[in-house]
Structure formats: structure tokens, C-alpha cells
């Protein structure tokens, strides 16, 4: 079989692969690139995309159930149709998906639907679904491949058939119960989604507090959301055996580790993403990974091997779509011959809970860890006057303020719109911006950014 010549192969099209290789294909170079079939990757099939168009009308339906408070009538007992709901979600991924074939197609690189692995240093070889072989060499080779769902080895729970982020997204039906294993921003958001949508939800978490990398405070706060909207939030507790009654048709029983069981319809596993490398036959190219399975890198994204580069979830990067992006910045400055690094990345991310959380920077215990001196500012919704005005009065804003210097270390917005307010707290700390000199702007009135300048007040910052 004779050798393809490429200037760059990509193994995956996630964010950061699909781009890098549609952009130098389109400046003329030679690409290929090999995905296994979600066309744009993950976050546009089974993530980002259908999960937050769910969780969008979930938060319609929460509203609409209170238009008597808005003034407005004949909304009475509004429902999820789950046909329509799955509608709405297929045609929203499946307009993006066709985009993203149409991009790719047009950028002139050379798509390939099926499997890849190394067989020699920077060189793959692809099948297809017919079993159609090819081998490909690229000057530059970049691993994109991404992470899936882990499903952890606890007795009876694969017999159990449980339900992982993907899986659910293509239920029939919306279960009448269902169990939640996992407190972290995918067990979390569809818990909130789920209970609203009317499913009775049980969380279950097998550390202290709800989102473990928050500070104590912030998972108190969006535990007592949960509760308000009816989740059961089971923590400290780990699942120690699964069974399902009569086959896949009957009911799951959880047993946990304080000795109580939880009985539910069904049971969704949010605990961790695994690593798409098996079968890649990393080895045959030389390239290691790390002591957690992903691909090893350094900090310009260059993997053990020469010539092959690896980016997004399965380099290490944290998991968030924005995250992979910046990759394919790094990456493309790289392969020009430049020298750009992730050391020190300001990466936000956000929780789309309801309300939800947006995240930048430290948080106040990864602060004190570090040894700094801070202030804190901790600041209920409510007195922002834009909360008022639309009814969307639960939650917490927080902020670390480093003592003497007055810079923003970081902010926890626990609230409406934060993942849209988390962009202007980022772009301040970008701009070495001091507290006050982001307390003192000239914000629009009424906003809810405008409630960055009451956080950093006097009656909110800790003297």
C-alpha cells in the first residue's frame, strides 16, 4: 500500500483539530483528516450544543410556571412534550452538524470517515466503515481524539445498563426517577435540568460538597438551589453495588456506603471522562502519555515524538470547548514556527446550572493555599437591581482580592446570565485592571454586570 503524502494529518475533529485543519487547507496546504463520525466533534453532537439547547428550554418552562409573578395570565400547567423537546435539540445539532461538513469540505482538506492508528513515527493508517484502507504521512500529525463517558467498575452497575451525558440525550422518554451518580458540572447540570423538566432526582455525591473544586460556600449555595427545585442531594456517600429489577425494564437499586439505598427508574453515571487512545497505537510512533491516559505534551502542545502534537481533552486540556480552541491557536502558531505556550492560561468556565455559575480564576481556598494574603467579597443576587427586574433573585457573587496589590484573583458568580458577566471579570484581570478601577467604571444601568460594581463595594469587600 503505497504512502499519502500530507503536510498535516489530523487524528479527531474536535474544536481544536476541525480547526487547524480546515484554516491550512485553506491556505493550500496538503491536510487529511480522520474522524470516527461525529462531524464537528463532541461538543456539537453529544455535549455543549444539545445539552445547553435542553437546558434552555427547561429554564423556559421554570419561567413560564411563574407568569402569574410577571403579570402575565393563561399560562396555566405548561409541560415538556419530549418529542418536540427532541426535535428541537436534533434540528439545532443537526443544522451546526451540516455546517461544519459544508466548512470542512470547502477548506479542500481530505475528510475521511472511519478509524486511525499509528503504524510508524508520523505516519497512520485509516479504514473506513467498508473496511477501505489508506496510509497517510504527515510532515506535522495532531491527536484531537478527545474523551468519552467513564463508567466506573462498581458491582451490578454495566449489568444495569446506566445511562451516561450521551446516552441520555437520546431517551424516548423522560424517566420518572433517576439516580445521579456524580456531583460535578455534568451530574450537576442535569440534575437541575431533569428536576425542572419534573423527574424526581436523587444526586448522588461521594465527596463533602457538590462541586468539589468550588470553594465550601459556592456548593452550599447551588445545593440549596437543588433543593428548592426538589433534587434529593445524597453526599458523602459512594455507590457501592447496582442492581436493576426485572432486566433493563425495571427499577434500579443504588446501595451506598452509609448503608441506605436509593430506588430510582433509572440511573445516570457522571463521574469522569475517559481518554479516547485505545486503538491508536500510540506507541508505534513513540508517542507516551501521561499516568491519567491522556496524551503527553509539553507546554507548546508537542507530544514525546517529533512531528505529532496532540490538543484538547485527550492532551490534558481542561475539558471545555474554549479551552480546545485556544489550543488551535497555540498549535497553528506553533506549526508556523512560533513559540506559543499554555504556561499560565486564564481559562473561565461556567456550570449551566439554574441559576448558573461562571468561574475565572482562583478560588478563595486555591488562594490561601498558595499562601496569599486576600480579601474576600461575597454579595447576595438579590441586591443586584437587574435581578429584581427580571425575578431571578437566587444565588451568590464572590471575589478574591489580593491584599496590597488590589488585584482580582478571581470570582465565583453563582447567578442569572453569570456565564455572560464572567467575560467582563476575565477581560479585567486580562488588563491587570485593579478592584476599584473595575468598581469605578461607567457600567450600563440596569445589567447584571453592573453588580460587579456593588461586589467590590464597600458594603460587599471584607476591609
Known amino acids: 500500500m503505497a504512502i499519502e ?11 481544536a483539530g ?62 415538556i412534550d419530549v418529542n418536540l423537546l427532541r ?31 499509528f503504524v510508524a513515527p508520523r505516519t497512520v493508517e485509516a479504514t473506513d466503515d467498508d473496511g477501505a484502507r489508506r496510509l497517510l504521512r504527515g510532515t506535522n500529525v495532531v491527536v484531537n481524539t478527545g474523551m468519552v463517558p467513564f463508567v466506573p467498575d462498581i458491582p451490578g452497575l454495566r ?84 442492581s436493576r429489577a426485572e432486566g433493563t425494564a425495571g427499577t434500579v437499586t443504588v446501595e451506598l456506603s452509609d448503608g441506605s439505598s436509593v430506588i430510582a427508574e433509572d440511573i445516570l453515571v ?29 507546554e507548546f502542545l508537542r507530544t514525546t515524538a517529533d512531528g505529532v502534537w496532540a490538543a484538547g481533552d485527550v492532551a490534558g486540556t481542561p475539558q471545555f470547548t474554549h479551552a480546545s480552541w485556544n489550543d488551535y491557536r497555540i498549535l497553528k502558531a506553533n506549526l508556523a514556527g ?6 499560565n492560561r486564564l481559562i473561565p468556565y461556567c456550570v449551566f ?19 496569599l494574603d486576600v480579601r474576600i467579597a461575597r454579595m447576595p443576587v438579590a441586591a443586584i437591581p ?28 453563582l447567578g442569572h446570565e453569570s456565564s455572560e458577566v464572567i467575560a467582563v471579570v476575565q477581560m479585567a484581570m486580562l488588563g491587570n485592571l485593579s478592584y476599584q478601577q473595575v468598581r469605578d467604571a461607567v457600567i450600563t444601568h440596569p445589567t447584571m454586570a453592573e453588580g460587579l460594581q456593588l461586589l467590590f463595594s464597600a458594603a460587599f469587600l471584607e476591609p
Open 353 to 371: 446550572t439554574t441559576p448558573e455559575l461562571g468561574r475565572v480564576g482562583l478560588s478563595e481556598a486555591a488562594a490561601r493555599h498558595a499562601g
Open 159 to 242: 449489568a444495569a445498563g446506566p445511562l451516561t451525558s450521551t446516552s441520555i440525550l437520546a431517551l424516548p422518554t423522560l424517566p420518572a426517577s433517576i439516580a445521579i451518580v456524580g456531583g460535578g458540572y455534568i451530574g450537576c447540570e442535569f440534575a437541575g435540568m431533569l428536576a425542572i423538566m419534573g423527574v424526581a432526582v436523587t444526586l448522588i455525591q461521594r465527596g463533602a460538597a457538590l462541586l468539589p473544586r468550588e470553594d465550601a460556600d459556592v456548593s452550599a449555595a447551588v445545593a440549596e438551589s437543588f433543593a428548592a427545585d426538589g433534587v434529593s442531594v445524597r453526599l458523602g456517600a459512594a455507590v457501592t453495588a447496582v
Open 270 to 298: 457522571a463521574v469522569g471522562r475517559s481518554p479516547v487512545t485505545a486503538g491508536l497505537e500510540l506507541g508505534a510512533a513513540g508517542i507516551g502519555v501521561t499516568d491519567r491516559g491522556t496524551v503527553q505534551v509539553d
Open 386 to 413: 437587574r435581578a429584581r427586574t427580571v425575578g431571578h433573585l437566587d444565588g451568590l457573587w464572590k471575589a478574591v482580592v489580593e491584599r496590597g496589590t488590589d488585584r482580582i484573583l478571581g470570582v465565583s458568580l
Open 87 to 117: 426535535a428541537r435539540k436534533e434540528e439545532v445539532v443537526a443544522t451546526m452538524v451540516a455546517g461544519q461538513r459544508k466548512s470542512f469540505l470547502a477548506s479542500g482538506m481530505d475528510l475521511l470517515i472511519g478509524r486511525a492508528r
Open 5 to 15: 503524502e500530507f503536510d498535516l494529518v489530523v487524528i479527531g475533529g474536535g474544536k
Open 338 to 343: 512560533g513559540s506559543r505556550s499554555t504556561r
Open 18 to 79: 476541525k480547526s487547524l485543519a480546515m484554516d491550512l487547507a485553506a491556505a493550500g496546504q496538503r491536510v487529511a483528516m480522520v474522524e470516527r463520525g461525529m462531524i464537528g466533534g463532541t461538543c456539537i453532537n453529544v455535549a455543549c450544543i444539545p445539552t445547553k439547547t435542553l437546558v434552555n428550554s427547561a429554564r423556559l418552562l421554570a419561567v413560564t410556571r411563574r407568569a402569574g409573578e410577571f403579570g402575565i395570565t393563561g399560562a396555566d400547567a405548561p409541560a
